[in-house]
């Protein structure tokens, strides 16, 4: 997908509340007239220098920053979905994940609602959210980022708890996929990393 498509993308299923030469904000379709968050991107195209932020309730926290048009606005709508759309949940599975017995029977639960190249039980494996064994029958999620680097989503959590998150994030990864496929992305798999990153943990 081309950047004006991309642009169309954004407009389509976000509000922009704002965009001028150097400024592009969304909102939630739905939101109300002042929404509690907001995503921003100011843009110099002269010097080539994007910058993505959250804005919470007035408070701009920066989130990265680019120096291409394209991975900016690609980067804009990848944060904003991640960010502004609600996700549903099957209330249904993280209750079997809640009253789970054992590992064995948590393993049984995802295998039956999620696709397994989407997630990892006690073994490091890039793309997938992993559930990794710490101390005291505790749990870590976590998944491999660029240069095959830990990236903790949450730590130190006993196994069901450990386990409710781990299922959110995978089926988050697997939405991230699906996301990646439908706009057809054309850029390097180093960016499609970072993309990722900003979906998964903002």
């Known amino acids: 997908m081309d950047l004006s498509n991309v642009y169309k993308l954004i407009e389509s299923e976000f509000k922009v509340i704002q965009r001028d030469k150097d400024i592009i904000c969304v909102a939630p379709m739905n939101g109300e007239n002042y929404p509690e968050t907001t995503i921003k991107l100011t843009f110099n195209k002269v010097s080539n220098f994007y910058e993505l932020f959250e804005v919470v309730r007035g408070n701009e926290y920066k989130v990265d920053e680019f120096t291409d048009e394209y991975k900016s606005i690609l980067a804009l709508y990848i944060f904003s979905k991640s960010k502004l759309e609600a996700r549903k949940y099957d209330v249904n599975v993280h209750n079997e994940i809640e009253n789970a017995t054992s590992?064995?029977?948590?393993q049984k639960i995802f295998k039956n609602n999620l696709d397994e190249q989407y997630y990892s039980f006690l073994v490091l494996k890039p793309n997938k959210i992993i559930l990794e064994k710490s101390t005291n029958d505790r749990y870590n999620v976590l998944f491999l980022g660029k240069n095959d680097s830990k990236v903790y989503i949450d730590k130190?959590?006993?196994?069901?708890s450990a386990a409710g998150v781990q299922f959110n994030f995978s089926l988050k990864l697997k939405l991230f996929y699906d996301l990646i496929d439908v706009i057809e992305v054309k850029t390097d798999s180093d960016f499609i990393e970072t993309l990722k990153t900003l979906y998964l943990l903002g």
């Open 103 to 106: 590992l064995n029977y948590i």
């Open 156 to 160: 130190s959590r006993k196994l069901n």
